[in-house]
Structure formats: structure tokens, C-alpha cells
């Protein structure tokens, strides 16, 4: 089992920036991947960006050249740094893990709530 915490979600208005915590409870690098997610009212819950074990990236296409997603060794710790932020951006944001052999996230942290203000 792995405890996924995250935190660093508040209020900002357009244009402005925010960076998102996932701190875990086993070794980030033990995950086949990991992602951010996130959810607004009345949406479907979206990817964001994954990062895998190898250092693949990917990110959803609203977010290319805005967001920036990487692991910090020595904190054992997800991180999500988020420029340019847009009213649209108004999510909860999740941070999870994919251990190797299965297809999707099998860990999810609770979610912290990010609100841009236009």
C-alpha cells in the first residue's frame, strides 16, 4: 500500500503561478509511473501530465509549455509546477501511482484544490 499526500493548492489569480506537492509513503521511483489528474465541477477527471520510471513525460495539450511535472529525489516527492495559470485551470488536483504490471493508477492521493480567479 502506498500513502500519496498531496498539498501546495490555493487561490491565484490569472497569470499566476502555483507549485503542487505529492509526497509518498514508498520510494517514487519504485512506480512504473505516476501522473497528475485533475477534476473541476461536473467534468470527468483528466490527466495533466505523467511521468514514468525511465523519465518519459508526457503532458495533456492545454498544459504543454505551462506545466511542468518532475520528481524530487530527495524529498521522495511528486512535484507539479503550474505557470500561467487560467480560470479554466479551477480543479482539484490529484496526484497518483502506477505500480508495474497494471494499466492504471492502482494509488490516489485526496486531492488539493486549485482556484485561479480571473
Known amino acids: 500500500q502506498v500513502q500519496l499526500v498531496e498539498s501546495g493548492g490555493g487561490w491565484v489569480q490569472t497569470g499566476g503561478s502555483l507549485t503542487l506537492s505529492c509526497a509518498a509513503s514508498r520510494s517514487i521511483f519504485s512506480m512504473c509511473s505516476m501522473d497528475w489528474y485533475r477534476q473541476s465541477p461536473g467534468k470527468q477527471r483528466e490527466l495533466v501530465a505523467h511521468?514514468?520510471?525511465?523519465?518519459?513525460?508526457n503532458y495533456a495539450e492545454p498544459m504543454k509549455g505551462r506545466f511542468t511535472i518532475s520528481r524530487d529525489s530527495s524529498k521522495n516527492t511528486l512535484l507539479l509546477q503550474m505557470n500561467s495559470l487560467k480560470p479554466a485551470d479551477t480543479a482539484v488536483y490529484y496526484c497518483?501511482?502506477?505500480?508495474?504490471?497494471?494499466?492504471?493508477?492502482?494509488?490516489w492521493g485526496q486531492g488539493t484544490q486549485v482556484t485561479v480567479s480571473s
Open positions: 497518483a501511482a502506477t505500480e508495474c504490471g497494471n494499466s492504471r493508477p492502482n494509488y
Open positions: 511521468i514514468r520510471s525511465g523519465g518519459t513525460i
